[in-house]
């Protein structure tokens, strides 16, 4: 019989076999890829408020990629309902959601997003340029064909935001 826990491994592990996407490909491909990094970085994120019955997956810029979350639309996840929203706005971003994933085409935008989120229990996650060392938790990267995440610790901490140690032992880099 297979644990809770070698489960999680065992999952984690199929996701970071998958995310060899070779970049001619299609990106609806990469985003469905993305989608559920983003699903399982919920799975292994604990929140100071997480007796919550949803779990809010804010996607915040042009060529968002919500329709790659309709297989988790509704779902539950440790008993949460996931929703997916997508914001429009800046002014919008506090108090919507528990995960934002920001846009690479935000790039411009991500100072002023994340100094409104300043200290706010919300695992922020992008693509846009050295997202982790402006101040974000978990950086898209991509190397080669691969998909890739750097988390910095640090700022996950100023957020309240406790990461466990399976998310952080396949990330390609930890910053502290």
């Given at each position: ?19 060899t996407t070779p970049p001619t490909q299609a990106a609806t491909k990469e985003q469905k890829l993305k989608a559920a990094f983003l699903v399982q ?101 991509r190397k080669g064909t691969k998909q890739k995440f750097i988390i910095n610790i640090t700022n ?21």
């Amino acid at each position: 019989m297979i644990t809770q826990s070698a489960r999680a491994t065992y999952i984690l592990l199929i996701m970071a076999y998958l995310v060899t996407t070779p970049p001619t490909q299609a990106a609806t491909k990469e985003q469905k890829l993305k989608a559920a990094f983003l699903v399982q970085f919920v799975k292994y994120t604990t929140w100071p408020n997480d007796n919550l019955d949803t779990i809010t997956i804010g996607i915040f810029g042009r060529n968002t990629f919500t329709d790659a979350f309709e297989r988790y639309e509704g779902k539950r996840l440790h008993g949460r309902e996931i929703v997916v929203k997508t914001i429009e706005r800046i002014e919008e971003i506090r108090g919507c959601c528990q995960l934002l994933f920001i846009s690479k085409y935000k790039e411009v935008e991500v100072e002023k997003i994340l100094n409104r989120l300043q200290h706010d229990p919300v695992l922020t996650v992008s693509e846009a340029t050295a997202f982790s060392t402006r101040g974000g938790i978990i950086h898209f990267i991509r190397k080669g064909t691969k998909q890739k995440f750097i988390i910095n610790i640090t700022n996950a901490k100023k957020a309240s935001i406790s990461l466990d140690t399976r998310m952080q032992n396949i990330a390609y880099a930890i910053e502290k």
